[in-house]
């Protein structure tokens, strides 16, 4: 968990220097950075979800994650959590709910994030996750100065996903391969490429709801392998 925990402080550091930033910035120039976030996403989405041809498990199971999603609503919960702190923060930022969400997804949807938490989980030293605590460290300067204070709280479901999928690989690491990593990987990133188009406001899809569909990949690729 150690590289968890270095990773939610260089996100807390990252998110206080890019909130003393945002009173600098006009709106004009937030906007600016907001919609290079948002390319950025996208590209980043199409890179991971190339890295498996597995395209029938894929579909699969973004389909049934989004029915289970959509029906669990978890979106609206996250949606409520965020309204919740910010009303106990007596925060007037309007995209609150946005930062929090958006970085969320941003640092936890990478390969790196499933990659080191499973290095770390098998016992080795969190290398990976080290490097990805700086780059999120730099990501939420620039999230947060765009976005505001709710990209600093994206660390509470950022230490539950990360840490726990360490804590899953430390039980059940030698079940995953190769396999199960590209497919988990191109899963995330088709929900980048889906959090991409909400943040350039080409549509609002409701990327929280899409989340289960990283169980389901694990579920459909052990299934496939058995077969």
């Known amino acids: 968990m150690l590289g968890t925990i270095i990773n939610v402080a260089t996100v807390i550091l990252g998110s206080t220097i890019g909130l003393i930033l945002h009173t600098r910035f006009s709106k004009r120039f937030t906007e600016v950075a907001f919609q290079g976030i948002g390319i950025f996403t996208i590209f980043l989405g199409i890179v991971m979800a190339l890295k498996s041809d597995a395209y029938l498990v894929i579909v699969l199971s973004l389909i049934s994650g ?88 994206s660390v509470i479901p950022l230490l539950i996903y990360q840490g726990g999928l360490t804590l899953l690989t430390s039980v059940l690491g030698d079940y995953f391969s190769e396999v199960y990593i590209n497919n988990l990987t191109s899963v995330g990133g088709i929900l980048l490429i889906g959090l991409g188009i909400r943040i350039l406001e080409i549509k609002k899809i409701r990327v929280l709801n899409m989340l289960p569909a990283l169980v389901i990949i694990l579920i459909m690729t052990w299934i496939k392998n058995l077969l």
């Open 66 to 153: 989004s029915l289970i999603g959509e029906t669990l609503k978890i979106e609206v919960w996250m949606d409520n959590l965020g309204e919740k702190l910010k009303a106990r923060l007596k925060s007037k930022n309007d995209k609150f709910s946005e930062g929090l969400v958006t970085a969320f997804l941003l640092f936890c949807m990478g390969s790196m994030t499933i990659l080191g938490a499973i290095e770390e989980g098998l016992g080795s030293k969190p290398n990976l996750l080290l490097t990805k605590s700086i780059m999120d460290g730099f990501g939420s300067i620039a999230l947060s100065s765009a976005l505001g204070i709710g990209v600093m709280f």
